[in-house]
């Protein structure tokens, strides 16, 4: 089983970057596809970004393509989200977990996340 903590969130003036990891501890960490939810006060949960097992092919939501950049290295069994041109409507608890599916219905685990809050 892999376990994941969710790292490097902050308070961010909107424009600035922040980058976020995700360090994983267990099995073959270069064998799983990740992927990375977040949850805003008062909202539900939703789909980020996710990157494929070993080749690393990334995948977005629209409401963050082009200025979030995921990535990954297995050599570390960390998975990164560079965050760039942040908005304020990017603050939010920020999880990453081992990918089944875009939904975060299918998940039965989170960890802790990590909260990140961009100001105006």
């Known amino acids: 089983q892999v376990q994941l903590v969710e790292s490097g969130g902050g308070l961010v003036q909107a424009g600035g970057s922040l980058r976020l990891s995700c360090a994983a501890s267990?099995?073959?960490?270069?064998?799983?596809?990740i992927i990375w939810f977040r949850q805003a006060p008062g909202k539900e949960r939703e789909f980020v970004a996710l990157?494929?097992?070993?080749?690393?092919?990334?995948y977005y939501a629209d409401s963050v393509k082009g200025r979030f950049t995921i990535s990954r290295d297995n050599a570390k069994n960390t998975v990164y989200l560079q965050m760039n041109s942040l908005k304020p409507e990017d603050t939010a608890v920020y999880y990453c977990?081992?990918?089944?599916?875009?939904?975060?219905?299918?998940?039965?685990?989170w960890g802790q996340g990590t909260q990140v809050t961009v100001s105006s």
């Open positions: 977990n081992v990918y089944r599916s875009t939904s975060p219905k299918d998940y039965d685990y």
């Open positions: 267990g099995r073959t960490f270069s064998n799983y596809a």
């Open positions: 990157i494929s097992a070993s080749v690393g092919n990334p």
